[in-house]
């Protein structure tokens, strides 16, 4: 097909949710809590690594329905540069070694629900936590410093200054950490953090245009879509100096990814319940330069329960590959759940 200015081509689909596309360009999937790896492109697949399975769970997640009720996924997954992988599930947190396949569980969610993102900086693995009854409690970032191994409380936030920790991600041009967090009044905001993170800088507090999840960081600003579920949400551009943004498009729904593929820009938007704006579809949304985005795919929420049964949505990989490839993955969209979508873009 082509969108726009940048011809998009799909080479077909394969079960799984996206989670990761490394620098050799490998692509990494997972289909319930077995994560599978693919060397030539997404043609054939082999097991890469494993969370180990616990309880009457994984029996009662051999239905698609249940599985969403549980969350039985991986929600995210990172590598270090020593090959060492990182993921996270309902649980809590994962790791395997080089060349281990059985993964090892390293950290216990003990409150509210899983970290939404990791952010992997060298042999550092942080998060903040995430869930709907922090708003009265101390909120936490967690820091490990040993390559995953272990975990130690790292920031606290005040009690009552946030809801939850959306993500937090490393700014390779700036070396420091922004931190994105959300959701009501004065709770929402963007944050650049010092490596020791001991100190927060805020940009932006205090609106819906503040309340991310995740950017792709340029060298002079951060580009995102907003998430929010009681405003018109926007994909902008925010300068990394001032803190001043502009809205440079429109979409239909709060966002919950954003990514690189080689030179090409994605963002994705999600279906949840807006009065604002109550659209029943979910897109994946490209550029090169941030400025012109074009929908080169939209999917419709499936009809089941927004809170039980997830949201509708499009989810993108971490990508570090330098090459114009991507994938995505549908969550809770007719037609699309659980199937990742293999893509090629023109590299000029």
């Known amino acids: 097909m082509t969108s726009g200015l940048i011809p998009v081509q799909v080479h077909g689909q394969v079960p799984g949710r996206a989670l990761y596309i490394d620098r050799q360009g490998r692509l990494y999937i997972s289909r319930l809590y077995d994560v599978f790896r693919s060397d030539d492109g997404g043609v054939t697949w082999q097991l890469d690594c494993t969370i180990p399975r616990v309880g009457i769970k994984p029996m009662l997640a051999r239905s698609t329905l249940v599985a969403r009720l549980l969350r039985y996924n991986i929600q995210t997954f990172g590598i270090m540069d020593d090959g060492t992988r990182i993921a996270v599930a309902r649980e809590g947190i994962f790791r395997a070694a080089p060349n281990e396949v059985q993964m090892t569980q390293v950290f216990r969610i003990r409150r509210g629900s899983r970290p939404m993102n990791i952010c992997i900086d060298g042999q550092r693995v942080i998060f903040g936590e995430y869930g709907d009854d922090y708003s009265k409690l101390q909120v936490y970032i967690y820091i490990s410093e040993d390559g995953g191994r272990s975990f130690e409380v790292g920031y606290m936030f005040p009690r009552g200054n946030i809801r939850h920790v959306h993500n937090v991600m490393l700014d390779p041009y700036l070396d420091h950490y922004w931190v994105f967090v959300g959701d ?3 709770q929402p905001g963007i944050g650049a953090m010092s490596k020791d993170l001991k100190t927060i800088e ?3 507090r205090g609106d819906q245009k503040s309340r991310v999840l995740a950017s792709i960081i340029q060298k002079d600003e951060l580009i995102f879509g907003t998430d929010s579920n009681i405003e018109q949400n926007y994909i902008i551009r925010m300068e990394k100096s001032t ?11 709060s966002s919950l ?7 090409v820009f994605a963002i994705s938007s999600s279906v949840e319940p807006n009065p604002v704006s109550p659209s029943h579809e979910c897109s994946l949304y490209i550029s090169r330069d941030g400025d012109t985005w074009s929908r080169i795919q939209s999917h419709r929420k499936d009809l089941y329960n927004f809170t039980l049964f997830q949201m509708g949505t499009l989810v993108l990989p971490i990508a570090c590959n ?3 490839k991507g994938m995505f993955s549908g969550q ?5 759940h659980n199937l990742v979508t293999l893509l090629s873009f023109d590299a000029h």
């Open 257 to 263: 990814h954003a990514t690189v593929f080689g030179g």
């Open 322 to 324: 330098a090459q114009p």
């Open 184 to 186: 009501y009044d004065a």
């Open 202 to 204: 805020w940009l932006r």
């Open 332 to 336: 809770a969209v007719v037609g699309a």
């Open 243 to 253: 803190g001043r943004i502009r809205e440079v498009q429109e979409i239909e729904g």
